[in-house]
């Protein structure tokens, strides 16, 4: 019997992986061969081999395939750094949107846009050639990590981290920050506040190259991170004084959880807007499916991540094509089924 | 080894323990008395260098504790908090493996020799069995001899323990108590915790040290300390005290004595 429960999370975890892991190449072929424009197999092989037309070839290249990988590297963001979040809290319903990270990244971009636009477009509301556009995620992640570390200071209890005061901290500092969000985007918003609502909906419209190549550096960081961060994690889920006579200097090595779960959220909301739900649902999923073991939690984080997300979008966009429902509103609407069928399950 | 002089410790504002001097002999078991809120948890986390003195300090092997390395202290001494916190869904040699996290740098694996001491511990605490359960689903009883397999992992000569039999029930308050005291006796483990049961202090400590509100009212070897007079001051409880088979002195006939009240004592 030893053996067997023994055996039982492993063998979950590689079939997981696997099916995982092929649901993402299917998902990334379809994101690629679907859309108001549907292309045939044959028409997307072509793209590849180089033998295609110039329309064709532009829309996979410029719109689907751009738009397919930067919500592959979002699910990733939003996935680890709500995982990190719920281990570094010890709360399983931490996650960078009720925290307030999501949200502090959010006011400042906002911000950022507005501002940049106001400078530069002088007037012209459809001439988006702000270069505050370019420098979005490094904007959001200001943000991100100015409300991390406040709701972190304020959810101390005498030098100790409290996850329920952080908690409550971090919905109380979230719901300012969200009406600060919504106040700016009235006030000063303008012709814009359409496509801004959008993107507060997280979505991926319109996500480009230049998106991707300003998230991959924070990809890399990320994961280099939380590979850094496994075996202290390991000891740190363990009572506060414990880990510290296990030689453990925590404080320090909790800043710098909080800051790798700050910067990939942060990253991906100056992308593609707070993208909810992903990072509540994809730890649990995981942690559910691989046991206690961090690393094939982890390994099940980020690839069950990039699947829900370039899922719901696939989805999202042709469901009522030529309508797009944002990749956030069908992440929460596919995700959180599943979420309750596990935990029924489990007790 | 570990002294204290003329500590105070405070949380905050609030003051817990004032001026104790006292010398912790190496490879004996000390027991820590004395009633609830009368700092003995604090006295021991002081021990493992958790809080800063408000005055006087707290040496470990002659050097103040807090200006030892944490990771070389962790090598020195063990602590097992009262209630320490399971990971969720751990099993029993994961979790005793993360008592060897102070011997390897923090970015290397563990090693062969690692997971040998973490099977040794178990063996040792006689856990060896239910290495592949996970922690949750054992009784009391097995966890904390999970937790005392995990502490020992780590190889200290020291191991300090806050009120480790206090959720088990007799049986199991026992058993944990048989196994500190082999391990000193077989391993010269030296043992420091606080315990509520003064026959159980009696019977396995060889040095006793006795708090009452932040003070130390008495340090000795169990038949100088433990005496009628003492008990009454300090947990007002009338006693008669006697000596057991093994010399050592036993309390029966207890009363509250309410009639003195602990502002008595100062």
Known sequence: MAAETALQPSSRVVSGLILGVVGLFLAVATGIQTGAVDLSWQQVWAVFTGDSTEHVHRVVFDIRLPRTLVGLLIGVHFALSGWLLQLLSRNPLAEPGILGISAGASLVAVIAFIVGDWVFSSGNPYNNASPALDYLSLFAMTGGLVAAVAVYFLGLSSGRLSPLKMTLTGAVIAGMLHALTTGTLAFWGHAHTELVAQWLAGSLYGAKWNHLSSLLPWTIIGLAGVGLLLRPLKVMQLDDEHVQTLGLPLNRWRAFALLIATLMAASAVGVAGPVGFIGLLIPHISRKLAGPGLSAQLLLCVVLGALLTVGADVVGRTLFSPYEVPVGVVSAILGVPFFLYLLSRQS | ?266
Not at chain 2, 20 to 31: D, F, K, N, Q, R
Not at chain 2, 69 to 94: E, H, T, Y
Not at chain 2, 153 to 160: G, H
Not at chain 2, 234 to 249: I, L, N, Q, S
């Open chain 2, 1 to 266: 080894m570990i002294q204290t002089e003329n500590l105070s410790l405070a949380y905050g504002a609030t003051p817990v323990v004032n001026n104790v001097s006292l010398a912790i002999p190496e490879g004996a078991i000390t027991c820590l008395l004395g009633p609830n809120g009368s700092g003995k948890s604090t006295l021991l986390k002081s021990f493992a260098g958790l809080l800063p003195a408000r005055s006087g300090r707290v040496l470990l092997d002659g050097q103040p504790v807090n200006e030892w390395d944490r990771q070389r202290l962790a090598l020195r001494l063990a602590m097992l908090p009262q209630k320490p916190i399971v990971p969720d869904g751990i099993l029993v040699k994961d979790l005793v493996t993360l008592g060897r996290f102070p011997h390897r740098k923090w970015w290397q694996k563990n090693q062969a020799e690692d997971n040998r001491i973490a099977h040794d511990s178990m063996a040792m605490t006689g856990v060896a069995e239910l290495a592949d359960r996970p922690v949750e689903a054992l009784s009391g009883g097995q966890q904390q001899r999970v937790w005392i397999a995990m502490a020992l992992a780590q190889e200290t000569s020291i191991l300090l323990l806050d009120e480790p039999t206090t959720f088990l029930d007799w049986g199991y308050q026992l058993e944990v108590l048989e196994l500190l005291a082999k391990l000193n006796r077989e391993h010269g483990l030296t043992v420091v915790m606080s315990l509520h049961d003064l026959n159980q202090a009696a019977q396995f400590a060889d040095h006793i040290a006795i708090m009452a509100k932040g003070e130390l009212k008495a340090k000795g070897n169990p038949s100088d300390v433990i005496t009628e007079s003492l008990i009454q001051r300090v947990f007002r409880v009338e006693t008669k005290v006697t000596a057991a088979a093994d010399g050592r002195p036993f309390c029966s006939g207890y009363a509250a004595a309410l009639k003195a009240p602990e502002t008595a004592i100062t």
